[in-house]
């Protein structure tokens, strides 16, 4: 699975869905820039020295961020109040990307998981 796999999925996407999932990528790649484009679970995901931090879905009604971690959401309430989430997943309007910052912050916050769990390490 590669960049094109994700190409594939965002390019058979409507829009505004294209659009949006295009702009989350960049942002993505922004914050992570040496990140493993991949597609995780049937969904594109971004992964840092062999871990996914995070991931994007689309869905009828909405857009995803997937953290690919339970743990990930809860630590940041105060930033995403208003949104609907479910443990794992942070939906998001279909023509409205996160927050540079949002993003930064979520990926920010599953590094500190994947730490926490002492299997990983941040790439330097």
């Known amino acids: 699975m ?3 796999d994700i190409d594939a999925y965002i390019s058979a996407l409507p829009e505004p869905k294209r659009s949006t999932l295009e702009e ?3 942002r993505i ?3 992570v ?3 493993e484009q991949k ?3 049937q969904m594109p995901a971004f992964a840092v020295a062999g871990k996914v931090v995070a991931g994007l879905a ?7 961020f997937l953290p690919h971690s339970g743990r990930v959401l809860s630590q940041l309430d105060r930033e995403l109040e208003g949104f609907v ?3 794992s997943s942070l939906h998001f309007a279909l023509d409205e990307p996160l927050s540079d910052d949002l993003i930064a912050a979520l990926i920010e916050a599953k590094m500190r998981v994947l730490e926490g769990d002492g299997d990983w ?4």
């Open 121 to 124: 390490k941040r790439p330097e």
């Open 33 to 35: 820039p040496n990140a």
């Open 39 to 41: 597609i995780s679970y």
């Open 24 to 26: 989350m990528r960049r």
């Open 2 to 4: 590669s960049v094109a």
């Open 85 to 87: 989430r479910t443990l």
């Open 58 to 64: 689309a869905f009828k009604n909405h857009l995803a």
């Open 29 to 31: 790649l922004a914050i």
